[in-house]
């Protein structure tokens, strides 16, 4: 197979273009060429791993690298399936420089063996927004039906919405075309504001690209099979089926995707109410998981979709089909979570409502969420004065009189109208242009720190933020270089803070590793054994690349400027953590030490416990050579 990584670099201040080779060794894919880009000219880069196009499953993520807007740090976003049209072009990654004039739609052809076609048309972008099914579907509804006609194969379209022209955290978003009709599956590279670096640094507001180039992919079954046999005693189909069972069906728990599985197995962890249930007894919380999410908020699911067998794939064959539809609506737990309980709703037809129209304005769904729980909690506790930012009213907060069908719809609709109000600009609360860790600040400064100490999020450098993971776990609010996805350890069990930091790191190479070669990581039960071990076969390169993955990483975290909890209620996070975690298991000498460490001074062993965790984080890239 071919040695070189092809990245076209494009000058979208010019239009101009030019093909650049990568040698493999030196360089493996889309994250550590995109660190180099990034670095040298704060380039945007969009592509796939090597093994794109092969018959590997989860291998055609589309990766998407540079500083972030909102981490204001290097960062990487993945997007699933998106990459198996790339590879139609010939090549393995664009690298976007320079800024348009005016938003453009960024055109990429490719008809055979001819040069790839690179076009940039200037469009009125809020004219495209305020149309037809509005925001990010109606900008991929036009791209679509201005360049569609001119692919011989169906294309794949990335687009932006409002939320990349007002806020630092807008998302990418896209779905497979299928008949010459956009689908409901939509896919997205929300995490780090890619859509706003996108749109606002380089002026690009849609991408479409496709082609019939063909190279030389891996198709070999029988050789694949040979490795798989060697290593599991399974062919490579079997154990992708055994890997991929929760995101598809888990008879254990009578439903699949992330969304069912999760809820189904969260019990007193639930997070809900922007994170007040972390206060509440743990009979409490289960209470709240029975009564809402078991017997109604997860058996809505069970019923309209698993029962259903609504299940769809990213855009590549994959036997996860994790993609869980209801009518036009797709189910993940994260976005369902922070845009459904945490902001205290319990309802699909409510969570569908927000969740919809977040999407359309084209935010990052698990940061948005985030940010209206920590807005709602503050207008139901007086801080904020509904008129303030354009609402009529409260939200229901108050557990003991909660109606799950009318004030889950009512929270819902409050949450539009913010949405709505945010990407309006009317209303100065609301002006999230420079993040919402700079509007916390700025809002306490005049009203106390009442505000920002309601906020949960991870605090990066001076501006950077980003909101957690929606697991209940210190591992969420860890001091890591890249922070929002699963670059850490997640687990529910407790980790003494120095241990953590070492577990992070390990997570934080196998994560690189996957994302290096644009692997999807629901395949990871087999893939960070097998990927590196399938690079030797091909390329010959296993140890080389597994070393250069190590490196990688410790050049990202060189650049690690993670910054103290800011927030209260993040330190409660972790002591309310600790507490639950001193209940269930009392005789742990570390979890008892902690635990009395909190109890005297939470503040004080907050930066003991933040600390440790970042003492464990560098020093397991002690010694690794840059």
């Known amino acids: 197979m071919e040695s070189s990584i092809r990245v076209l670099m494009i000058d979208a201040s010019t239009g101009f273009y030019k093909l650049t080779r990568f040698p493999v060794g030196k360089y493996f894919g889309p994250v550590d060429i995109g660190f180099h880009l990034a670095s040298k000219y704060n380039a945007l880069t969009i592509g796939t791993g090597v093994l794109a196009g092969s018959i590997l499953p989860g291998s055609n993520r589309l990766i998407f690298t540079g500083f972030s807007p909102a981490w204001a740090g290097f960062f990487v976003s993945s997007m699933g399936g998106a990459g198996l049209i790339f590879d139609n072009l010939g090549i393995n990654m664009i690298a976007i420089v320079g800024q348009a004039k005016q938003p453009s739609i960024l055109y990429l052809n490719r008809n055979h063996g001819e040069e790839i076609h690179v076009d940039l048309s200037p469009v009125d972008i809020h004219a495209i927004w305020n149309s037809g099914r509005k ?292 209303y100065e609360m609301l002006d999230l242009s420079d993040g919402a860790r700079i509007l916390a600040h700025k809002l306490s400064y005049d009203r106390g720190r009442r505000i920002i100490d309601k906020f949960v999020f991870n605090a990066f450098r001076r501006k950077g933020w980003m909101v957690p ?39 934080f190479i196998k994560e690189l590793m996957l994302d290096n070669m644009g692997f999807c990581r629901f395949h990871r039960a087999w893939a960070e054994d097998m990927v590196p071990e399938i690079l030797g076969k091909i390329y010959g390169k296993k140890y080389e690349y597994q070393e250069s993955i190590k490196n990688i990483a410790a050049w990202i975290n060189s650049r690690n400027s993670s910054i103290f909890w800011e927030s209260e209620r993040n330190i409660d996070f972790i002591h309310t953590f600790i507490k639950k975690k001193f209940e269930e298991k009392s005789d742990v000498l570390e979890l008892n030490y902690w635990y009395e460490r909190f109890d005297i001074n939470k503040h004080e062993a907050a930066f003991e416990f933040w600390y440790e965790i970042h003492k464990g984080i560098h020093e397991s890239f002690k010694g690794i050579i840059l």
Not at 469 to 474: A, G, R
Not at 475 to 500: Q, T, V
């Open 135 to 426: 925001g990010i579907y109606s900008l991929m509804d036009y791209t679509f039906s201005k360049f569609g006609y001119r692919y011989e194969n169906e294309p794949r379209i990335l687009a932006t919405g409002p939320a990349s022209s007002v806020t630092d955290f807008g998302a990418i978003g896209s779905a497979p075309i299928r008949n010459g009709e956009i689908t409901f599956v939509d896919t997205w590279a929300g995490r780090g504001g890619f859509g706003s670096k996108l749109l606002q640094q380089h002026g690009i507001a849609s991408i479409i690209y496709g082609g019939t180039y063909i190279d030389e992919d891996f198709r070999d079954r029988k050789v694949a099979d040979s490795w798989f046999e060697d290593k599991y005693n399974k062919k490579l189909a079997a154990k992708d089926v055994e890997a991929t069972t929760k995101y598809r069906f888990d008879e254990n728990f009578e439903t699949g995707g992330t969304f069912g599985v999760n809820y189904a197995t969260m019990g007193g962890n639930i997070l809900a109410f922007n994170y007040k249930t972390i206060y509440w007894s743990e009979n409490d919380r289960k209470e709240l998981h029975k009564n809402f999410i078991i017997e109604h908020y997860l058996k809505q699911f069970n019923e309209e979709t698993i029962k259903t067998k609504q299940f769809k794939n990213c855009g590549e064959p994959c036997v996860a089909v994790c993609k869980k539809m209801h009518g036009k609506y797709k189910k993940d737990y994260e976005p369902y979570q922070t845009m459904g309980p945490l902001i205290g709703v319990f309802d699909q037809r409510a969570a569908e409502m927000v969740n919809h129209h977040a999407d359309t304005m084209g935010f990052d769904a698990i940061s948005i969420g985030g940010v209206l729980a920590w807005i709602m909690e503050c207008v139901n506790d007086g801080l904020i004065k509904p008129s303030e930012i354009g609402l009529n009213g409260k939200p229901k907060f108050d557990i003991q009189q909660f109606d799950i069908i009318n004030d889950s719809l009512h929270n819902a609709q409050i949450a539009v109208k913010i949405i709505d109000n945010i990407i309006s600009k009317k």
């Open 469 to 507: 993971n929606q697991y209940w776990t210190p591992g969420a609010l860890s001091p890591m270089p890249i922070m929002g996805k699963y670059y850490m350890y997640y687990g529910k069990d407790f980790i003494e803070p120095r241990k953590l930091g070492r577990e992070n790191a390990q997570r």
